[in-house]
């Protein structure tokens, strides 16, 4: 199988590759930095460069053609506040599903977060914000900030 992953250099993604690669899987990758598309194209790992805020539909649908599934584990990790948070938590996988469908791949699968996660703790902004966005928990027409 082809796998694409995009963040595959966090932990749920680097683990994920990992593991399809000991299974005899490819796992193709959209990593940020040139010095990580060479240390891994030096260890024979099929990696292109990419920002997901900043690659267009048609690029990223070009990488990803030729692929069995997408897999999406990229996140802003709420370190580079709520603009990031939409950018990559909440259009990210839009965008990703629209390059798919250009090139023609249906296979999907997403790290998301369920709803009722901690609903009894009291987390920061960046956290509710993060809720707010994210497609499982994401409304049509919701606001971008939480309330
Ligand atoms: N870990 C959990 O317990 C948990 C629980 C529920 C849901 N999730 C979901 O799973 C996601 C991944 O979790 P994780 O713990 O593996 O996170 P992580 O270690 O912070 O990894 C995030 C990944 O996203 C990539 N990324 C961030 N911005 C990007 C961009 N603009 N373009 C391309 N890649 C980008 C990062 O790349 P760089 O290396 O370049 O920064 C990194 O590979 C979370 O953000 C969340 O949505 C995680």
Redesign the pocket.
């Known amino acids: 199988m082809k796998a694409f992953i ?8 680097r683990r994920v590759a990992e593991r399809l690669a000991t299974r005899g899987h490819q796992a193709k990758r ?4 040139r010095v990580q598309v060479e240390a891994l194209s030096g260890l024979g790992i099929d990696a292109v460069l990419g ?3 900043r690659v267009s539909v048609a690029t990223l649908a070009d990488v990803i053609r030729g692929s069995d599934v997408v897999l999406f ?5 709420g370190g580079d506040g709520p603009e990031a948070t939409t950018a ?2 909440g259009d990210g996988p839009d965008k990703v599903a629209q390059a798919m469908k250009i090139a023609g791949v249906s296979r999907f699968y997403l ?3 369920f709803p009722e996660a901690w609903r009894e703790r009291h987390m920061d902004e960046d956290f509710e914000q993060y809720m707010v966005e ?1 497609p499982l928990t994401r409304q049509p027409g919701s606001p971008r900030t939480p309330s």
């Open positions: 995009i963040g595959a250099t966090g932990g749920i993604g959209l990593v940020r930095r920002d997901l805020v584990t990229a996140g802003a990790g990559i938590d790290v998301s977060v994210h």
